[in-house]
């Protein structure tokens, strides 16, 4: 209810702010008897965290989890699984000219309001450092799920786009360069792109786009719970996300039925996939892809006008490390948010029949 | 957890077929002392029904609502409020040709999967008769919510859009016309369209814009239950829905920070609203408007070939009285969604602080 | 949250006053393909109904079910089950006298201040005539327990107790009396006490006991969620109820580790069963058992000094039909209380392993 | 689902197993601004603590929990509390003796069977080691409910019974003697019996009794979340618990609705309290009071015959540092697990009119 869960049968809760001593997170219902990859999970966090390439915030962070329970002689026990991710680089001192300040479309200001104090050091709750504790659980989720193939890479970074099918695109050349983009030529501009902004002090936003592939039919709970509308949630939970689309996302709206309905082979597959791999919020089998879009990163290097708490209006400039474009490092996010919802489904569906 | 819920403070859960003797259900948390007004609950239901106008579908149904419970005097007791909608249409023998047969982009297939057994009329529930139950408690959410106002209007049918800022459009237009499309001359145009496609016995997608204003700041449940993530599932859970975007969606994605960052006024306002009136998860007082996408009906009167229940290949066409494009009707449906969600957080919102 | 469901995997939530249209409820979680069987379900609707015998309540409520959605061709289909028990004897006006009079022991004073107003048509939503629609789903959950044999009985009414072992008693002499008591000529004694303090225009307590047999090894949610801490909620929402014990109860605060632990024979059950069923939450495939604590009932036909909602003394005194005591008919509320916790263990327990 | 959270409004959520690295906990829902006294805290921790006196298992264990994020300048931010309490005790060396055996009246067969695998050291996730966490949240729900107070002590150990009311006792002398009895004399008896009892190698049983006092009106939501059916679910919650009565209990049974009504003063409060402070399932302002029943600890010192997880019958005997009686050290988990059940109740109780 106050928010920090998801997921039913499969269920992480988080805690934890960016300058606190440690961020950290609760498995439950993580089925026993799972062997756990612990270098699986590392290698996840190592490709969200900080500092690890020239185009993202040069933050140094470990980010190693250590986990306190729930795993016994390398193997789930079906308790829940406790673990923390230590804040080793804290500089407090980074945010004391925030203090009194809000930022400028950051959550300073709803906070404030919300809850009638803070912790202003690095956005507190709200920095997207929670994340690491979203990609630490999916690593596990993806565990769980073996057979399925979850795939996201970066298919938009300001107005550089790709817009090929993702059918046509080479996956093994997304972790081959820092931006994660699947095609080499357009990814060295992005990324030169990328920097370009930094120079300039400013950021952008981008697009991500996910496929998830041998997902077993069946899986999604209607009405409310659609296998979809719970995707939407979680990557709407995201930090920066203003927009998800999935199938023929609002392209479809364009559409006519008679162009738009997935016709069916006589092995219950479908000749087109307009829908995305959903039916009635139920997956059919068919891959399912959706694109997530990310807004810029809002604290930039340049100086702002803003207000502080009092209502004065005051002049601000960014400081620290930022990452000018987050895209990049939400690729592992949006994959771990996804496979977080297709165990929870997955488990689910153990429940619909008799 | 089997998805027919939805919310937490303020919950509804549904039930029904399309072809079963009723459809119903409860909404559990609602406070008391409510004055109802049942000709406003009325009046939302007519929005929805069919057989309203030349361009939706001609099916006969009044959808009017019976309360049974939690309302004595006029008032809401805190009591669960239960009521059911009688189906007084139900033909079924319109729907004997699709007995065994999986109609193409609907759920047929998908259901008999996951559970082994469907109720093949008129889709059973999996038929967008069950939003009749959202209207219904959307429509007792819009009284707990006095002050804010809740507008939903189409933005787009096909390649026909409305590409006006919503702060340019007179809003009292909107309920003038069969299509709900704020823009006079574009509606007359979308109408013919929808006509035309219907004599095709074709369906074609569109779009529903929806703008929430007076919202107080502070709703909304960081970090997975944010404000717009909540919104986004319950828009995704909407039959036919194939993406959402919020504030500056998208398009925001070709932004710079620079161009995006939302500045302040010393009384707390914004110049620009490119957030979309949602800052972490949390609304900071401005509108939030956001852009829902609706493919095209899957259910057309042309000839299709599909499969059956055996695998056999067999050729189909739609019958009976159906939309030839839904969005004139998902106006009110996205409205009642928005309502539910924004009574949820509503009252959770009382418990942010001690 | 508003406290008007039960269970997670197998969820019932329920609606109604007992003064209103209806009373009803949504079961939903019921796997698809259960073949229902409706007489067995009316049967237990008549074992919990008024007017079954010479020592209930004379009131006349045909109590009967009708089932709206969820089931088609007799078979469950994994959707919401929706259903509804009319009210056809509401007698309102036996309820004038005490429109604004608060009675003791009863909910009209906590209804009031908790809501602000309150249906005081028979105690409206605080009646015991919600648990018919708890009837109603348990039997449902009897019948997705197959194997599972449930057994409630009468074990006390005031001093008249029963006192032998489970294992002792004949339970098919359980129906073949109106108290609902195993032991024929304690039956006999029960019956007369309970026609004497009616004569008295007072009521009495009693008790209810039962047995939960072949259960499965293995059910029961650690640590919160464990089988008896849910088994004890369930009978404690049950009206009147003030006490639960199982297994060894209160009797066994006064024995030692040496004569209370249940040693295994080889095969891994118990030679004593002293643990009632249940080691660490979690069903050991052990007999379980426990004991039900009823208050008599508040409603009496002598007067009786108390408030008005001004708070002026008054003398009142209990009109109607009411029962002089409740443990006849508590049996089967009893066991549907039972089959929902097992139902929703039943179900939960396939997601233990991988 | 897993049931390792208990709550809604304020949730907790724990992890960890007696030999793991640590346990913990996070409490999500724990309103703003809360300043938070963490002497308070410890002192709870210390009164469960293993090794505060000869009566109780000689572990020595420091229990203190660290606090990870939630507070920010020792006030509560409104986001969750993340907290561990390190096993820096943990001895795996005294459990390979029972690394394949079932303890008779433990957790181990059913925790075998249930997951398949079991975390054999000290019982993991089964021990009572894990209401360390309970107590540490319970801390925190106390200093939310300021004015109520809330008192348990010892009022049966074996034969050794407390009977007098509750309203006759000297809380002050609770906390001066070790076994937490306020009646100093029956005190050292029940001192005397457990330190014989532990000659002996064995254990044996116990009550606790609890009352709540200064709670408001209004607390509780009808119909399945009663007060009492939700407190009693968190009693029975509690490692060997077998039982709860609050108010008449089963002694309310004998008793006529004539002599157990609790009739009204004209100030709304009632002259008796055979209901304990609760009607309909909501708090009427009365003390609230209820009764624990604890088995013996299953872990006696005695030789007995058991078997392995191959089924083969084998001797054997507890070794390690165990309570002979559990009770002293129940008195702080049931406060604790009553101030959870307030503290959620309380917030809930916001929502209950408009």
């Given at each position: 209810m106050a928010g920090n869960s998801f997921g039913n049968a499969f269920k992480l809760t988080t805690f934890g702010e960016s300058h606190g001593e440690a961020l950290g997170g609760i498995i439950d219902?993580?089925?026993?008897g799972l062997i756990l990859d612990f270098e699986a999970i590392e290698a996840e966090m190592q490709r969200r965290k900080p500092g690890q390439s020239a185009i993202v915030t040069q933050r140094k962070e470990p980010d190693s989890v250590k986990f306190l329970s729930g795993v016994f002689e390398g193997k789930t026990t079906g308790t829940p699984i406790g673990f923390i991710i230590e804040n080793t680089n804290q500089k407090s001192n980074d945010y004391s000219h925030i203090k009194d300040v809000y930022r400028p479309s950051h959550a300073d200001f709803t906070y404030d309001k919300k809850y009638g104090i803070r912790d202003y050091r690095g956005g507190g709750r709200s920095s997207a450092r929670e994340t690491a504790c979203r990609v630490a659980a999916g690593a596990i989720a993806k565990q769980l799920l073996k057979d399925i193939k979850i795939t996201a890479y970066v298919s938009g970074v300001g107005n550089l786009q790709l817009d090929s099918d993702y059918a046509a695109l080479d996956f093994s050349e997304i972790e081959k360069n820092p931006v994660r983009c699947p095609d080499a030529s357009l990814a060295k501009q992005m990324e030169a792109y990328i920097k370009e902004i930094r120079k300039e002090g400013d950021t952008v936003g981008g697009r991500v786009t996910c496929v998830l592939q041998n997902v077993p039919i069946g899986l999604g709970e209607p009405v409310f719970d659609k296998f979809h509308a719970q995707l939407g949630k979680a990557m709407l939970s995201i930090n920066a996300v203003k927009g998800i689309e999935y199938g023929?996302?609002?392209?479809?709206?364009?559409?006519k039925g008679s162009e738009h309905n997935d016709l069916f082979n006589a092995d219950g597959s479908t000749k087109t996939n307009f829908s995305g791999g959903v039916q009635g919020g139920i997956t059919n089998g068919e891959d399912i892809y959706f694109t997530v879009a990310f807004k810029p990163v809002a604290t930039i290097m340049q100086k702002q006008e803003t207000i502080n708490a009092e209502g004065e209006l005051v002049e601000m400039q960014g400081k620290g490390r930022h990452d000018p474009c987050v895209v990049p490092r939400a690729v592992p996010i949006v994959e771990a948010m996804a496979a977080l919802v297709l165990a929870d489904f997955y488990l689910l569906n153990r429940l619909s029949k008799i």
């Open positions: 219902g993580c089925p026993a023929s996302g609002f392209a479809g709206t364009h559409q």
